[in-house]
């Protein structure tokens, strides 16, 4: 038989849908014509994304392996362990609005100055921010490059160095930017709302 694997029940099924063997009758004239039905699919909704960061500090942070040292080894464990994106601010200096560049040197040394340095997010929490993924990041950070100011090191040639969270390829990216560099309105430091 050509079609080893087809049922007595399957056979009497198809005989059904066709009306008997009349339907059979009609088919092989050609009377009916079988079309292929449409099945209609809705797609699912997206997943529910959990805007809370649990962030263990007992975990060391993945720290480069040109670090030198850390410049605020005090506050390397310190922050809330869990937290809402929603109430984290995307803060800027008045240097950076409207357009603005400024150098890095100049944020940091504000951010000291006005001790804030100990409410920005550091690099335990940008390691966690990019396990939530891409789906994440854009609903959030809307194409920004996002700052964790706590965590500034040196490297063996002086400079210092913040690390940051960027989009590129579908991903989210760590990387870390040099404070003699320039920062823009799209550069916003991560911080803790008091």
Known sequence: MKYGNLTFGQMEAVLNK???????????????????????????PEPE????????????????SWM????????????TAEYDINKVEQWLHDDQKDGKWMKGDK??????????????LGLRDLEEIQKKG?????KYFKGKVVFGWRDIVRNRSGN???????????????????????????????????
């Open 18 to 44: 066709l009306g008997g063997m009349d339907g059979v009758a009609l088919l092989l004239a050609d009377e009916i014509v079988l079309t292929r039905k449409e099945v209609k699919t809705t797609p699912s």
């Open 134 to 138: 891409i789906t994440f990041f854009r």
């Open 68 to 79: 030198k040292e850390r410049m605020h080894p005090e506050l390397q464990r310190t922050g």
């Open 160 to 194: 210092l160095g913040v690390p940051f969270l960027y989009e590129d390829g579908g991903k989210v990216i760590l990387g870390w930017r040099w404070t003699g560099l320039v920062w823009s309105g799209y550069y916003p430091a991560l911080r803790l709302a008091s």
């Open 49 to 64: 994304i959990s805007p809370i960061i649990r962030v263990d500090y007992s975990i060391s942070a993945s720290y480069p």
């Open 107 to 120: 944020i940091y040394a504000h951010l000291k100055k006005t001790d804030t340095l100990k409410t920005c």
